[in-house]
């Protein structure tokens, strides 16, 4: 079965949540967490910082992850991990292939398909985040 990963960073202030504009289907467009594939041979937490490492050039000292969650899709043989962490500093932001944005992490409808990748899974990371807020900030 196939892993791989979402990564919700969060500013300092916790204000702001980084998202990327994926640049190809699916979801072409659609704003979504940064991750990616873990490799084979690698572990989950490892391939979690080394995606968001690629994809925005966070280093593991500028962040500690926190794993979230997970969802398993049988049909697809595959599963994704959520983590989520809190920046320590702002850090210079570098792009692989997808444009990086912080967007707010109030006033925002990340329940919304025609702007947030997922099928509404972005939403139910987003919950999870503000159940979860202290034991993020503690990580």
Same mark, same amino acid.
């Given at each position: 079965?196939?892993? *791989?990963?979402?990564?919700?960073? #969060?500013? /300092? !202030?916790? $204000? +702001? =949540?980084?998202? %990327? +504009?994926?640049?190809? !289907? /699916?979801?072409?467009?659609?704003?979504?967490?940064?991750?990616?594939?873990?490799? /084979?041979?690698?572990?989950?937490?490892? @391939? @979690?910082? &080394?995606?968001?490492? $690629?994809?925005? @050039?966070?280093?593991?000292?500028?962040? +500690?992850?926190?794993? #979230?969650?997970?969802?398993? *899709?049988? #049909?697809?043989? %595959?599963?994704?991990?959520? *983590?989520?962490?809190?920046?320590?500093?702002?850090?210079?932001?570098?792009?692989?292939?997808?444009? #990086?944005?912080?967007? /707010?992490?109030?006033?925002? !409808?990340?329940?919304? =398909?025609?702007? *947030?990748?997922?099928?509404?899974?972005?939403?139910?990371? =987003?919950?999870?985040?503000?159940?979860?807020?202290? &034991?993020?900030?503690? @990580?």
């Amino acid at each position: 079965m196939q892993g *791989y990963n979402l990564i919700a960073v #969060l500013s /300092p !202030d916790g $204000e +702001r =949540m980084l998202m %990327c +504009r994926r640049s190809k !289907d /699916p979801y072409q467009g659609l704003l979504n967490l940064v991750g990616g594939k873990i490799e /084979p041979g690698e572990s989950e937490k490892d @391939a @979690a910082y &080394r995606e968001l490492q $690629e994809e925005t @050039a966070i280093a593991p000292e500028d962040i +500690r992850l926190l794993h #979230l969650m997970d969802f398993m *899709y049988p #049909l697809d043989d %595959c599963y994704v991990q959520v *983590y989520a962490g809190v920046l320590r500093k702002t850090v210079a932001l570098q792009e692989e292939v997808n444009a #990086l944005l912080w967007v /707010p992490t109030r006033g925002e !409808d990340f329940f919304s =398909m025609a702007r *947030y990748a997922g099928e509404g899974n972005i939403g139910h990371i =987003m919950e999870h985040i503000r159940m979860n807020w202290e &034991r993020i900030l503690q @990580a």
